[in-house]
């Protein structure tokens, strides 16, 4: 298909004037269809993309004005997975020195400075929520860009005098379009892109039917992705990526409201289960009509995400109906852990038959750290160190890994991992690696090692 020159991009825009100027007129007269409201809140996402290409045919973009400045349209992503073109990327850098003084060289090349000072405003919007990466038309963007003084350039051609982009941009957005609370323009959550507040909010709205407690707010923060995370697990058997993609099956699943959102407090928790939370944000969770000894199985999450109570809508169904199970955060330490299980456990009058361990992740450390007899050792993808992938490991271990989960930054485990396997296998346990997502690995690994702790 044919690149569209200028003069066809100018007729683009004043065919979205044309249908904005429609619609104002048919609103509260006649009922538009479906399709028509459809493509109304379409041109909201396009329209920046028309002015960019306008802006490129007309040779605006990148041009000097006084002081190197870039325009205040983004082109394309920048970030982690970004296009990190020139311009996009010095935009960026100066929003990011003007809003967060992030002490960023203006130069358009993208770095691990760069990265780290969009990570950091993310964490500050997003309840330390970050994935490095600011999409056209996301959240991330929309707030780093909101009450910028970094300026927006207008094109005017001898045609269209009249109509700035600020103006048409206005009247689009002041056209009130309805929109379908059962339709979501692009993903929503944890994901590469997306993120529009509306969206969020429309899923929010629906989270909190199924029981998820969030302010209907239009971020998509830290809660909401955790909600996210406890639906998905509730409908798929565990699994969850904490991505709700436009038309995909957990966005089907939320607007007929098949699932859970809801906390784990209470007895609401798996198998009808008594859960709950322990000091230092451990969870713990009795089997209904638990009594005598039982087995005891600690797991102990990551970072981010894989919080206890994430790792507990990880963890297969069986461990909560056939042993006592307290997750702890990465870092706890096992001696904590214990402590803390001692404690809660043997006051409701249990006992320990034996005593499992697995980590996830970071909580890897805290599983190569710990020391004491136990039935069973879990090492899930687990973060590691050269040091620690050399000790002595007896039979009783199990490990799955993939070295590609881990990205450059982390070259200690990446050249561990695999050492540590051969460890593993020296002391007479199992380790191998396989083709599985970080995300997955919780449920993947526990549902297939099971046997090994109940």
Known sequence: MATPNEQQLQELRKKIIEWVELYKGA??????????????????????????????????????????????????????????????????????????????????????????????????????????????????????????STPVETVTTEEETTVEETTLEETVITAEVPSNPNEISAAVGECSNGNLPEDVKKAQTLLNKVGAKLTVSGNCDAATIAAIHRFQASVFGGWSDGCIDAGKTTWKKLVAGKGSAAEPVGNLGPAGNEITNLAGKMIASVPKDAQGALNL???????????????????????????????????????????????????????????????????????????????????????????????????????????????????????????????????????AEVEVAHKNFPSTFLNKYKSKFL
């Not at 599983?367 to 490991?393: E, R």
Request: with cysteine; charged share 20%; net charge positive.
């Open 27 to 148: 609103k509260g007269k006649v009922k538009l269809p479906d399709t028509t409201l459809k493509y109304l809140e379409t041109i909201k996402l396009v329209l920046p993309n028309v002015n960019a290409a306008i802006k490129k045919q007309s040779g605006a973009v990148g041009r000097e004005q006084g002081n190197t400045t870039a325009s205040k349209t983004l082109g394309a992503a920048v970030g982690k997975g970004g296009k990190n073109k020139k311009a996009d990327v010095l935009l960026i850098q100066q929003l990011l020195n003007q809003k967060e003084s992030a002490g960023l060289v203006e130069d358009g090349a993208y770095g691990n400075n760069t990265l780290n000072a969009i990570k950091t405003f993310q964490k500050s919007i997003f309840n330390g929520w970050a994935d490095g990466l600011i999409s056209v038309g996301g959240t991330t963007w929309n707030k780093l860009s909101a009450g910028s």
């Open 297 to 431: 199985v600690i797991l102990f999450g990551g970072a981010s995400y894989a919080n206890p109570e994430w790792m507990m809508s990880q963890t297969p169904q069986d461990f909560f109906k056939k042993a006592l199970v307290l997750i702890a955060p990465q870092r706890t330490g096992y001696s904590k852990a214990q402590k803390a299980a001692d404690t809660f456990f043997k006051a409701k009058g249990l006992e320990f038959a034996a005593i499992s361990i697995a980590g996830f992740s970071g909580g890897g450390q805290d599983v190569q750290l710990a020391s004491g007899s136990f039935k069973a050792v879990g090492l899930i993808d687990p973060y590691t160190v050269s040091s620690w992938a050399k000790k002595s490991y007896g039979s009783n271990v199990c490990m799955e890994y993939r070295v590609a989960n881990w990205g450059m930054k982390y070259a200690d485990t990446r050249k561990s991992l695999p050492v540590l396997a051969q460890s593993i296998r020296n002391g007479g346990g199992h380790a």
